[in-house]
């Protein structure tokens, strides 16, 4: 199935864009609760994109990713305005995780076809991508404010056929988010789970072709390394 | 707005019946962890009816529930059968919190009508109503099963006018689940969040009309104690 594969489509956050280690940087400011404050915000975050999703209530992930700040800041007791835009501006300058430049390079020199396909609106997803080493390997950002509605709807995922012309079954989709893999494999991409953090599989809808640690596995997997 | 009430609507697993005191009988076979696994029960459940409403893939909540528990079992290495059956049980014989038969018999007494909207399927719901102290006052045990999807879907909360016949803004909905809160309240229902834990609003559309502590308060509010 992945031997078919013409274009890598990847999630942004937490796939090849690192979300922890920028908000580590803060930790000093943040004290004693920034670790379970973060993992709270990433999770308030994606919570809210689904709930939105049932409500038919889109709003930009920029707009549901300071909402679901202000929850968790609320729920730890934090009131320190800076703080807030701290973690607000770090979620704009995210790094790739250290495997995946040279990750790319190797599927690009094989002539492997690269995009993304993230809930981030173009307004915090392009710069992100425009100022991170990794700027050039892609030949689409495609963002899910163009359907006005988050994943794991379908509507997202036909996104890929729709602006790179690609039929489903010639993709291989990318995420470390579990939900994010089940409902790309469910819409039917062969799907790669990035299991950085070692977690058990959900038991949701769709069924995944492979599942690695982190992204320096795909080019062996895909058969181009 | 809450005066021109007609009828109560209520949520049943964690504002009608508590799920927490049924799964603490079974604390000693669990072990040390019993309080992280049901905790996260309850989350990855609700992730779960949110995540299939995204992806267009309804199953019963019942099915969703032992997908939900099988995860958290995994999670937290505990692969004992007779844990996951007797958590199972348990959730089908759940006992209303303490204050719910004399607020629903205060409210029944001034000519209140009253329902249930579940996302528990009929087969799992209506016994366990009909098993409890309060299975004689409602009129209505809706359950989400007839359209589909599970909250907060607007087809869930449409049930409501379509089958006791009572339009949205002379309904009183209570949850204690601040997303449903605001699941209703968004669609068009004033809305009472039962905010049995004192946790912080979350961050989403809909604005709640009150909040309490528990359903105590529910009476005097509608004004009719």
Sequence with gaps: MLADTEICVFDAYGTLYDFGSAVAR???????????????WRSKQIQYTWLRN???????????????????????GLSDRSIREALMT?????EP???VPATLAALKRSGMRLAILSNGNPEMLEPMVAASPVSDAFEAILSVESVGVFKPDA???RLVEARCGVKPGKV???????????????????TVWVNRGGAPD???PGTLAAQVKDLSQLPSLLGVS
């Design 54 to 76: 049932s409500m038919g209530a889109y709003a930009k992930f920029w707009q549901v990713t300071g909402e679901a700040l202000d929850y968790c800041l609320a729920a730890h």
């Design 172 to 190: 291989c989709f990318l995420s470390s988010n579990c939900w994010d893999a089940h409902g790309a494999a469910h819409f039917g991409f062969p």
């Design 97 to 99: 995780f250290p495997e």
């Design 90 to 94: 770090a979620y704009l300058a995210l």
């Design 202 to 204: 959900d038991g949701l």
């Design 155 to 157: 509507k997202v995922y």
């Design 26 to 40: 803060h930790r000093s400011a943040i004290g004693s609760s920034a670790e379970s404050l973060t993992e709270m």
